[in-house]
C-alpha cells in the first residue's frame, strides 16, 4: 500500500497497516532550509511563487519522510483575491481595509482560481509531478468564519471583538459575508482538487471563540456549504478546529470525511462517541520541546487512543518555529513505527 492509498484509506475509515502521519504547518521556520530561502524571498512571495511554494511545501518530505506533502501557502490568499489589502508582518497577517459593516460587502468580489489564485494550483501540480502518483498533496482554505474573523477585524486580536460585534448588531450582514466566503472557498478548493491535491483540509483556527449557539447559527451552515459544494469529487476533506471541544458535536454534523482536533480533545473517548467518523491529531506542538522519549511515548499514546483505525496522526496545531527538527523526526518515525509494530485494524 502507497502512502497515498493509506492516507486515503484512513479518511474514509478504511483498513490500513499504519496511520499515516504529517503536522501542520511543517514547512516553516523550524527548518533551516526553510529560514534560508525566507532570506531571499518575502512570505507572500513565495506564496505566489509556485516554484518556490512547491520547493519549500517539500522541504519537510525530505526532512522527515512525512507521509502527506501540503501545499505551501496561506489561508488569506482567498481575501486577497476578493479585493482585500493583505500584508503578512513579523505580528502575523494584516488586512489593510476590514469589512465593519454591510455596505463593505460590496467591496468584495468573487474570483476565478485559475486567474487570481492560479499561482497555488500551478504549485500542486508542481508537487505532484516531483512526487508522484504514490504521495498525497494536500490543498487547504480557511473555513469562513476564522476568514471573517480576519476580515472584519483585520488581523488576530483576542476575542475578535470586531467580528462579533458584527454577529450581534447585524447578523444578516455577517451571514451574507459568511456565504460569499464559503462560495469563492468551493471554487477555491475545486481548482485545488483539479490540479491534483488527493485531500483538502478547512481550516477553523478561531471557531472556540464562538458559543456552541452561535457556531450552530453562523459557523457551521457555511461550512456545510463547502462540504456539499466538494462533495461530488474524489478528495476527502478534513476540517480542523481549535480550542472547541463544546463544539465537536455540532462539527461532526457537518458532512466532513475527517474531524482534525487539537490537543485538548480526548481521543479515546471522541472515538468512543463517534465511531464512524476518522480522526486527526492531536499531539500538543510543545510536547515535541521536550525529551526524545517523551515525543515518541506522546505519538504512540495519540495511536492507542483510536487503535489506529481512521486515525490520521498529526499536531494538535502547527508545528513551532523553536522546535529542533530531530524531535519532528522522531514524532514522525514514532507514529510510524507504533503503528506497525500494533498491527493496526486490518
Request: hydrophobic content about 45%; glycine content about 8%.
Amino acid at each position: 500500500m502507497n502512502r497515498k492509498e493509506l492516507f486515503l484509506r484512513a479518511c474514509r475509515m478504511e483498513p490500513t497497516e499504519r496511520v499515516p502521519v504529517w503536522m501542520m504547518r511543517q514547512a516553516g521556520r523550524y527548518l533551516p532550509e526553510y529560514r534560508a530561502l525566507r532570506a531571499k524571498h518575502d512570505f507572500l512571495t513565495v506564496c505566489g511563487t509556485p516554484e518556490l511554494a512547491a520547493e519549500v511545501s517539500l522541504q519537510p518530505y525530505r526532512r522527515l519522510d512525512v507521509d502527506a506533502v501540503i501545499v505551501f501557502s496561506d489561508i488569506l490568499i482567498p481575501a486577497r483575491a476578493m479585493g482585500m489589502d493583505l500584508h503578512i508582518s513579523d505580528a502575523g497577517p494584516v488586512l489593510q481595509n476590514p469589512i465593519r459593516d454591510v455596505a463593505d460587502l460590496a467591496r468584495l468580489k468573487s474570483f476565478d482560481p485559475e486567474q487570481e489564485t492560479g499561482f497555488l494550483n500551478d504549485a500542486i501540480r508542481l508537487l505532484c509531478r516531483e512526487l508522484g502518483p504514490e504521495i498525497p498533496v494536500l490543498g487547504f482554505a480557511g473555513a469562513p468564519w476564522t476568514l471573517a474573523c480576519y476580515m472584519v477585524q483585520g488581523q488576530t486580536k483576542s476575542g475578535f471583538d470586531a467580528v462579533k460585534r458584527m454577529m450581534y448588531s447585524s447578523p444578516t450582514g455577517l451571514r451574507r459575508l459568511l456565504n460569499k466566503i464559503a462560495g469563492v472557498t468551493v471554487s477555491y478548493l475545486r481548482a485545488q482538487i483539479s490540479a491534483g491535491a488527493a485531500a483538502v483540509q478547512l481550516f477553523d483556527t478561531w471557531a472556540g471563540e464562538l458559543s456552541t449557539a452561535d457556531y450552530d447559527a453562523f459557523a457551521l451552515p457555511a461550512v456545510r456549504e463547502i462540504v456539499a459544494g466538494v462533495a461530488d469529487l474524489s478528495a476527502p476533506l478534513i476540517y480542523y478546529l481549535k480550542g472547541s471541544h463544546h463544539l465537536f458535536a455540532s462539527a461532526a454534523t457537518a458532512g466532513a470525511d475527517v474531524l482534525s482536533v487539537d490537543w485538548r480533545e480526548d481521543l479515546a473517548a471522541t472515538r468512543a462517541a463517534f465511531p464512524h467518523l476518522a480522526l486527526q491529531g492531536n499531539i500538543d506542538p510543545c510536547i515535541l520541546l521536550g525529551p526524545e522519549d517523551y515525543i515518541a511515548r506522546s505519538a504512540r499514546s495519540a495511536v492507542a487512543q483510536t487503535g489506529g483505525r481512521g486515525h490520521i496522526l498529526n499536531l494538535g496545531h502547527g508545528i513551532l518555529p523553536s522546535t529542533p527538527v530531530e524531535s519532528a523526526r522522531v514524532f514522525v518515525e514514532a507514529g510510524k513505527s507504533f503503528a506497525l509494530a500494533a498491527g493496526a485494524v486490518r
